[in-house]
């Protein structure tokens, strides 16, 4: 009795184990899809600095706003002040105007407006498009 139970085990051992080994003949190519990923711009800095800013009735700021984007993507980018003007309002970061950090820089200039706004305070927002993101940096400004 004992040799067919012996036979038997070492059958149902082989078939246990077979499900668990699997070999190929040929090669076998495995594919997969991945989706892009676009990060939003990053504001680094802003000179001079984005605290509340005092300047006289017409005058005249100069900004640079420094950027980054991972994917160096063509950024457009819209200054949109409260009151008084900006110089540009808009435009284009194209890829080849990024620095070797991915970085990029948007100048711009703010004349204040002629009379003093109620409560003095006002705002310019830059906004930086990557085409799927949108980030907007507040510049608060107190007019005098």
């Known amino acids: 009795m004992k040799k067919p139970l012996i036979i038997c085990l070492l059958v149902l051992s082989a078939a246990f184990f ?15 899809v991945v989706g892009s990923l676009n ?3 990053i504001v680094l800095s802003l000179a ?6 005092m300047l ?7 900004y640079i706003l420094s950027f980054r984007d991972d994917e160096k993507d063509t950024v457009s980018y819209t ?12 435009g284009t970061i194209n890829p080849g105007d990024y620095d070797s950090g991915s970085g990029a820089y948007v ?25 799927s993101n949108l980030v907007n940096k507040v510049i608060n400004l107190y007019i005098y």
């Open 79 to 90: 200054i949109t002040p409260a009151d008084g003007y900006t110089n540009p309002i808009s």
């Open 39 to 41: 990060h939003s711009p």
């Open 107 to 131: 100048n711009f200039t703010y004349l204040a407006p002629a009379t003093v706004p109620a409560g003095n305070l006002t705002t310019a927002t830059v906004t930086l498009n990557d085409g």
């Open 48 to 53: 001079p600095a984005s605290e509340l800013k």
């Open 56 to 62: 006289g009735t017409s005058k005249i700021q100069n």
């Open 18 to 32: 077979s499900w668990f080994f699997v070999s190929a003949n040929q090669s076998v190519q495995v594919s997969a």
